[in-house]
């Protein structure tokens, strides 16, 4: 299993970061591995809603159909599923001081053989957290701030 955690601020409402966030179509503009992300279903970004994602991790692309099961006030819970793993992420995001805390936690379980690549991965999603945080700021704070 690979687990990663990051808990940063944002200069924004955390209402209106939430919202962008929880449309997991953005996905491409602040997901560093992400390269496509489209909806496959219609209706308000709600529980239920569907994308397929299609990402590139250690140079190699994989498609993942990530389901949109909670949303919440102040989080959400997003789970994407093929083969050779199950991604499930846990996005919290508070009113701080500065505008919001984001707490973003990404489990990845891979399935089968792909286990053995559990040592890698983990190191790999390290990095890519880290350009995730930056990512989401990117993202969410406008060019004029």
Same mark, same amino acid.
């Given at each position: ?17 939430? /919202? ?6 953005? /996905? ?13 279903? #219609? ?14 991790? *250690? ?27 199950? /991604? ?16 973003? #936690? ?7 053989? /792909? ?12 990095? *890519?957290? #880290? ?15």
């Amino acid at each position: 299993m690979v687990h990663v955690i990051r808990t940063f601020t944002v200069a924004r409402p955390a209402a209106e970061v939430l /919202a962008y966030l929880a449309d997991f179509g953005h /996905a491409p503009k602040w997901d560093p591995g992400t390269e496509t992300c489209t909806r496959i279903d #219609d209706g308000p970004v709600a529980a239920g809603a569907r994308w397929q994602n299609v990402s590139k991790v *250690l140079g190699m692309s994989t498609e993942l159909e990530y389901r949109l099961e909670r949303l919440g006030d102040d989080h959400f819970t997003l789970v994407g599923r093929n083969d050779t793993a199950t /991604a499930t992420d846990h996005v919290t995001v508070r009113p701080h001081e500065l505008g919001c805390e984001v707490t973003y #936690d990404a489990t990845v379980e891979l399935h089968g053989v /792909a286990k053995l690549g559990s040592p890698l991965m983990q190191m790999e999603f390290e990095r *890519l957290g #880290d350009e995730t945080v930056e990512g989401i700021r990117r993202a969410v704070t406008p060019a004029s701030a």
